[in-house]
């Protein structure tokens, strides 16, 4: 009633005297009108006031496009505060120059995502356990289409208001609880990234010559190290590699993920090409039938479509880091949608080759990094080795540096900065030791994903009914920056205590079947462990639905408003 009052009458501007920052306005007053476009609005606004005034009013009505899709923030945003704590270059909104990513460039983005190692183990790791080919990549597809929707979802605000992650979750969260989930997501990838990096080290260990792995004490593990001085060497190779892209910032990695996504296609269908020529067709893995009956079969896929899922659940709660730059809502879903497409094209090649190695070879050779060291000459392997380290890397950078790297620089934007942030995430994806865990038995990338998805569930559970049920998709802006005892997101010093509740509560359930899992426990109620093997749907719903229980019960936050001298009192 207020805002349609101020919207429909001649607004006169005074000056305050407890505001000394504002230049008086022009003696013009001007009549605005709130049109059906921010556009309009916006450029009214600009030419009636002059810039403090203009952020102040925009802080207080939600600009919203009736044409969402091309929704970007208002050009020439400032923000009002510029709290060395909570902002510097790499966590202001995105300018619309800055908006540069195309639907072609977000689904190249997935394209680099989807082709790597882990990828290619998916669909083949479920017929080992008993599935067909046709239901392991039933699986895989059908996972990604759950999680695509969360993807679109999150990624919205992203491209609205040209957020990144830490930024939006301080909505939810709260500007100092905000860390909680970002740490959880940046510790996450710290370990993702040091387990790539290890494989890619490995494809650079493959190209060495056989005398020098063999016989020198380079090649002789060291128990302290856990691994031999050669192949930790070719990790750090790798390592040091990686950094000259992370270096450039997000257009580097921008430009890479582009260019890449061409060139990693082309490699795919060669591989594929070559099993089918040698193996003589894909009969031998059409012929992969299932060896479960239907009650084992459903006891294995649930497990399965919950891994397959936490497999992009990472990248799904931070997915504005990406969206961000995208230049409008069309961009960045149709970019998306690729995703189940490209991991159900990538799986299937996946499964095809490695059905075909017992043909070829007269063994399964599922790991692609072995199997490079037995394909064709010098020239072949070196071409293939490429490839896959390729593929590592677009995969690396993307999906386990972005995330940490901002996390960090939310944490203390003063001393951070993507750069530096990229850098910690790397010494500690070193930390993480991965050619130890990799050593651990097959069911660890089981354990890994299902168990870190009782963490990511939640997060993106309390994110979507924040940002969808209790803002309905209207942000402040200004006050996502801002410390004051006034700001729509200060809560509890800086606390959402009814976010972190909900995020507690969605995974204690979670906990007694994942010490099941690692050994810990002996035995739990059978209960425990269909919670476990669901645990991202249970911690996803059960962490969004109490969030809104909370939030409910708290009411909305107080509007701020009332300390704006340039509304008219509420009555």
Known sequence: MVVSKCLSLTLHVPTHPSTPFLTPPSKKTPTLSYSSTHFSFQTKLNKAFPTSYNHSLTKHFPMKCSNSSSYTSPPDFELESDDPTLTNEDLKPTTPSQRTFSGFEIASLWVGLVVGVPSYYLAGS?????MAWWQGIATVVAANMILLVPLVLTGHAGTRYGISFPVLVRSSFGINGAHVPTLIRALIGCGWYGIESWIGGEAIFLLLPKAMKEATSLSQSLPWLGTSPLEFACFLVFWVAQLAFVWKGIDGIRKLEKYSAPILVALTSCLLIWSCVKAGGIGHMLSLSSRLSTSEFWSVFFPSLTANISFWATVAINIPDFTRYAKSQKDQVIGQIGLPIFMGAFTFVGLAVTSSTKVIFGQVISDPILLLGQIGGLTTKIVAILGISLAIITTNIAANVVAPANALVNLSPKWFTFRRGALLTALL????????????????VYTWLVGYSALMGPIAGIVLADYYIVQKTNLNVSDLYSRSPYGAYRYSRGFNVAAILALVVGVLPVVPGFLQ?????TSVP?????????AWFVSFFSAGFLYLVLSNLRGKPGNSAARDPLLPTAK
Not at 517 to 521: F, M, N, P
Request: glycine share 8%.
């Open 126 to 130: 479920l017929v080992d356990l008993g």
């Open 517 to 521: 899992k690692v050994g810990i426990a």
């Open 429 to 444: 994806g070193i930390a993480f030791q991965p050619w130890r865990l990799l050593k651990s038995s097959e069911s660890f």
């Open 526 to 534: 059978n209960t425990f462990v269909v919670i476990y093997n669901n």
